[in-house]
T-cell receptor
Framework: GAVVSQHPSWVICKSGTSVKIECRSLDFQATTMFWYRQFPKQSLMLMATSNEGSKATYEQGVEKDKFLINHASLTLSTLTVTSAHPEDSSFYIC?????????????FGEGSRLTVL | GQNIDQPTEMTATEGAIVQINCTYQTSGFNGLFWYQQHAGEAPTFLSYNVLDGLEEKGRFSSFLSRSKGYSYLLLKELQMKDSASYLCAVWDSNYQLIWGAGTKLIIKP
C-alpha cells in the first residue's frame, strides 16, 4: 500500500525555538496533505489542509503564522511550529490523499511527538 | 453543527464479538470511514462505506444506514492486539473529513 513517512518521530525543543516536521509520500503523488494535532486521549483535530503549489487552508482557531505549512512538491509537505511553547506539545500527524484516488482513503504518517520544555 | 457520536470506551473478552456504534449529523455525506489507532501510533484505515449495507473484510465488518445516520464496526474473534481506539469519520458534502472522538476498546483475556 501507499506509504507516508513523517520525520522526526520524536523531538524535544526549548521554548521559543522553531521545529520543522516533514511529511513525505514515498510511492505516490499527493496533491493534498492534511495536518492533524492530537492531545492525549483525544481525537484527531484537523489543523490545516495543504495543497501542492498553493497556500494552506487553516481550520478555525489555528494560527497560520505560528504553524507554517509548505507543500512545495507532490511528495513533500512541511509543518513548522514557530516560537514553540509548552502548550504546543502534542502528537502531530500528517496524512495524504493519493492523486486521482476516488475512495477518499487517507494514508497517515507515523506521527511526530513534540515536547516543548 | 456537525457531530459524530461514538462510545468513549468499551470492554470485551478475547474470542468474543463486539459492535462499536457511530451516529452522525453532518452537512452532506460522501462516505464513512473507520480507522484503528493503537496508542502512540497514527491511525490505519479499516473500512469505507458509501452505500447502505454491510461490508465484510475478514474479522472486521462495517455497516451503514444513511437514512438513520448510523454505522457500526463489528469485530469478530477478538484478539488481544485488537485493543486500540476505533475512530469513525464522515466525509461531508465538501469532502472534509469529520472525525469522531474515538472508542477505546479494551480486550480482556
Amino acid at each position: 500500500g501507499a506509504v507516508v513517512s513523517q520525520h522526526p518521530s520524536w523531538v524535544i525543543c526549548k521554548s521559543g525555538t522553531s521545529v520543522k516536521i516533514e511529511c513525505r509520500s514515498l510511492d505516490f503523488q499527493a496533491t493534498t496533505m492534511f495536518w492533524y494535532r492530537q492531545f492525549p486521549k483525544q481525537s484527531l483535530m484537523l489543523m490545516a489542509t495543504s495543497n501542492e503549489g498553493s497556500k494552506a487552508t487553516y481550520e478555525q482557531g489555528v494560527e497560520k503564522d505560528k504553524f507554517l505549512i509548505n507543500h512545495a512538491s507532490l511528495t513533500l509537505s512541511t509543518l513548522t511550529v514557530t516560537s514553540a511553547h509548552p502548550e504546543d506539545s502534542s502528537f502531530y500527524i500528517c496524512s495524504a490523499k493519493a492523486q486521482g484516488a476516488d475512495t477518499g482513503e487517507l494514508f497517515f504518517g507515523e506521527g511526530s511527538r513534540l515536547t516543548v520544555l | 453543527g456537525q457531530n459524530i457520536d461514538q462510545p468513549t470506551e468499551m470492554t470485551a473478552t478475547e474470542g468474543a464479538i463486539v459492535q462499536i456504534n457511530c451516529t452522525y449529523q453532518t452537512s452532506g455525506f460522501n462516505g464513512l470511514f473507520w480507522y484503528q489507532q493503537h496508542a502512540g501510533e497514527a491511525p490505519t484505515f479499516l473500512s469505507y462505506n458509501v452505500l447502505d449495507g454491510l461490508e465484510e473484510k475478514g474479522r472486521f465488518s462495517s455497516f451503514l444506514s444513511r437514512s438513520k445516520g448510523y454505522s457500526y464496526l463489528l469485530l469478530k474473534e477478538l484478539q488481544m492486539k485488537d485493543s486500540a481506539s476505533y475512530l469513525c469519520a464522515v466525509w461531508d458534502s465538501n469532502y472534509q473529513l469529520i472525525w469522531g472522538a474515538g472508542t477505546k476498546l479494551i480486550i480482556k483475556p
